[in-house]
């Protein structure tokens, strides 16, 4: 397994694809299904290594099998604080230690850059996520964002760690 940064001659439909997988598998249940079903192909192709964001890749051989994004805060309240923007596997690659070491490659770079604080926000409801996070060390916070998804309501708590 390879992780590194996405460059110019990574496919970006692959890594699109990667999210697309991952989110109609871990939200189902959460978010509505027909949102899920609904999802296009290459929806996330535009945001790759976009708004200051890093995006990163862990590759099975040639296949891209995670994507991650990290970055400065995009909150001007946590100025000074690093982000992880997303974490996703394809569900194949779920539980075998690809998306820790993505995580923990994405933490390095961020204590790289200077930032001791680092934050990240996932869905309340999203309980297989919020256990993989607090094991690698991140508190929950009383911090909440509303978010309508689907037309779905739902809310993101904001996980935090600190050094």
Same mark, same amino acid.
């Given at each position: 397994?390879?992780?590194?940064?996405?460059?110019?001659?990574?496919?970006? %439909?692959?890594? +699109? #694809?990667?999210?697309?997988? $991952?989110?109609?598998? #871990?939200?189902?249940?959460?978010?509505?299904?027909?949102?899920?079903?609904?999802?296009? +192909?290459?929806?996330?192709? &535009?945001?790759? &290594?976009? &708004?200051?964001?890093?995006?990163?890749? #862990?590759?099975?051989?040639?296949?891209?099998?995670? #994507?991650?994004?990290?970055?400065? $805060?995009?909150? %001007?309240?946590? +100025?000074?604080?690093?982000?992880?923007? $997303?974490?996703?596997?394809?569900?194949g690659y779920m539980g075998r230690g690809i998306g820790k070491a993505l995580f923990g490659y994405c933490t390095a770079q961020l204590e790289q850059f200077g930032y001791d604080r680092i934050f990240l926000w996932v869905l309340e409801e999203n309980r297989r996520a919020r256990r993989f996070y607090e094991g690698q060390g991140f508190i929950c916070t009383d911090e909440l964002i509303e978010d309508n998804i689907g037309g779905r309501e739902l809310r993101e708590i904001m996980y935090i760690r600190r050094k």
């Amino acid at each position: 397994m390879e992780i590194r940064p996405v460059n110019k001659y990574d496919c970006f %439909a692959d890594i +699109s #694809a990667v999210y697309e997988q $991952s989110w109609k598998y #871990a939200y189902r249940g959460i978010i509505p299904q027909d949102y899920l079903d609904g999802i296009p +192909s290459g929806r996330w192709i &535009n945001g790759i &290594n976009k &708004n200051g964001r890093t995006d990163v890749i #862990a590759l099975d051989g040639d296949r891209i099998v995670g #994507a991650a994004a990290f970055c400065p $805060s995009r909150l %001007a309240k946590y +100025s000074g604080w690093g982000e992880i923007v $997303s974490l996703y596997l394809l569900p194949g690659y779920m539980g075998r230690g690809i998306g820790k070491a993505l995580f923990g490659y994405c933490t390095a770079q961020l204590e790289q850059f200077g930032y001791d604080r680092i934050f990240l926000w996932v869905l309340e409801e999203n309980r297989r996520a919020r256990r993989f996070y607090e094991g690698q060390g991140f508190i929950c916070t009383d911090e909440l964002i509303e978010d309508n998804i689907g037309g779905r309501e739902l809310r993101e708590i904001m996980y935090i760690r600190r050094k």
